[in-house]
């Protein structure tokens, strides 16, 4: 399986971006897929998962009720909507998938996509 994370960028406190995650080399809707984020020296961090069918997602509580994941099974992508970002929120931000299951740890993922870096001024 193939990630291809891109939409990052830069944007001012209190604004919005969309990020997307284009998936190949399997068939997309046989994978469950999370978001995490990595803050320069700090831990990777679970930021969002999304089950198969779309039917099904789950936040972090530093990110409910701002930030959206969605998927669209035909166009094999997902996407990590962020409404009222945070200087906090600034990371790079990865999707990641596994076939067998969903979780916040990201070791239960197999498959990662390479980051698309997010900058919230202030």
């Known amino acids: 399986v193939q990630l291809q994370a891109s939409g990052g960028g830069l944007v001012q406190a209190g604004g919005s971006l969309r990020l997307s995650c284009a998936a190949s080399?399997?068939?997309?809707?046989?994978?469950?897929m999370g978001w995490f984020r990595q803050a320069p020296e700090k831990e990777r961090e679970f930021v969002g998962f999304?089950?198969?069918?779309?039917?099904?997602?789950y936040y972090a509580d530093s990110v409910k009720g701002r930030f959206t994941i969605s998927r669209d099974n035909v166009k094999n992508t997902v996407y990590l909507q962020m409404n009222s970002l945070k200087p906090e929120d600034t990371a790079v931000y990865y999707c990641?998938?596994?076939?067998?299951?969903?979780?916040?740890?990201?070791?239960?993922?197999?498959?990662w996509g390479q980051g698309t870096l997010v900058t919230v001024s202030s």
């Open positions: 999304i089950n198969r069918n779309g039917g099904s997602t």
């Open positions: 990641a998938a596994d076939s067998q299951r969903l979780g916040v740890s990201a070791r239960f993922y197999d498959y």
């Open positions: 080399g399997r068939t997309f809707s046989t994978l469950y």
